[in-house]
């Protein structure tokens, strides 16, 4: 009985080959149409394919010829639907209506008329999901496309109704600006400056916010007691800082930036209005105090070089009051005012080579140089620098400390002399156990902080990602890593470490880390808004070369 079967096998296999041989060499309808009779078309195709190793060419013509009778049996049901057909080639020196300009192995279409899937994109997170913003689908064979960067240059410029009725132009010149000051403490120098241009600024109408300490200094030293002065008290932004109550921060929302922004800042002070500009006089450690200030919404802060570094403070005093003009809207620019004007930005200025290194002629590609300048055409370009969102959670889940860090958090053995152990996690995926000195989570503009001196790379601030760079590790494979900005990085101290850790948030509010503690690290909701001299990439690159002397060695010469 088995021999039987195993004899019928081999013949219906032998009749299968003749049938096959004979659609080649006769290109008979009726011996294919048997063939797929026998078989579904996926195995007919696969079979072919597989069979036949040479002479690709009349297989594609003979398989496009059948498939292309099918097709037509079916076109007048939905002819948009069906998939493009790769139709033959016109004569071509003579040669068949048939002959094939490419040949490909797989054929491009099927043997059956279906209708064709459309692929959706979408951008998923733990608990959502919603419509992909930067990918798109075009085309019937479902062909992935972006729509363009995933980030780029942010400018701002102030909304003026000039063609609305008298009784709103009336209502948004009663809308006066207000500036913050925040002056580098200890500074006498700093402070006169400081004093010099509330003096000269007050005919504009601006209200100028100073904290107590600044206010009584500038009054006392200096004289300076205007009417539009206010006072600015710092206080807590709810759902921020330590020692938190449980229904004062709720530890099961991954995404804030999914829910709608309830956290605002409270009126500060005397003045109700949220300040409309923040200008900083000083160093870098200033403007993070700045961001520490505004643990969530934060104005944008015009930097002003008075430290010791100035990596992230692209103005000069000389062009602080001009600046402060252009970004407030109350001075408009155009391309001959900031040609001549020398206390603004101008194109010129941009420092292609670092200043210790020979330069060779160097033209521009920018064929318009003014569209650089500082407020021309009333934009403003920005930084938007991206935070962390930091929260320290015991071993029960509830979360005991919670900031927004502008540069990175650092977890690291604190006074204990055992290496650090911790148990890193992306998006609960176990990535590494981590047995260092510590581990650096950074933002790209953190990374020319801590994470470059521990050896981590130097990211462009625009760039989306979390920097993970550890602190002397204990071993020769663990280098520094780049994350995107959507994952949600977690560290805890586990059970049996040797000894707890400690945590520090831009280098302030360090805090022990218990057995079983945790910190989760994930992109917040609240940038650092900085007002750029030129671009983003302009003020980043020319600090580079004039802080750090980026790749600079003396040119070869030529042979």
Known sequence: MNMARVRIRRFVRWSETVLLVLSWITESSFAFSLLSRRSPPSQVRDRVLQSVSSDRSRLEWNYARRGQSLLDKTKSDDENDVPAIRKPADSVNGSSDYFFKSVTATPSFPLAAAKRRKMELMWCGEDFCKDAIRERVVGDNNQVMLNGPATGQVAYAWWNDNDGDDEIEETLLQAVASILFLVRPGDDDLMRIAADTVRELEDDPLHILLDPSTAARLKHYHGVDQDNICLFEPQSTPGFGSNLRPSEVSSSIPYPWKTNPSVANPPHGEH?????????????????????????PIPPILAVAGGSLGFLTPFSKEEMVDAIRVSLGMLQLDGATATKNSALVQAGDTKVFPPNMPSYPYEPLLRHPQLRCFGYDSRICLSIRMRLECRILNGQGAVRARYNVLNEVVIDRGSSPYLAALECFCDD?????????????????????????AGGSVVHPAVPAILVTPICPHVLSFRSMVFPDHVVLRCYVPDDARAEASVAFDGKHRQELHRGDSVQIQMSAYPVPTINRMDHSSDWLGSLKQNFNFNTRPRQRPL
């Open 272 to 296: 109700d209005a949220f300040p409309d500009l923040i200008c900083t006089i000083g160093g870098d450690g200033l403007l993070m105090h700045a961001a520490m200030l505004f643990q969530g």
């Open 429 to 453: 995926v176990h990535l590494t156990t981590v047995q260092a000195d510590g581990i650096i989570f950074a933002t790209p503009t953190g990374s020319t902080a801590y994470s470059m001196a």
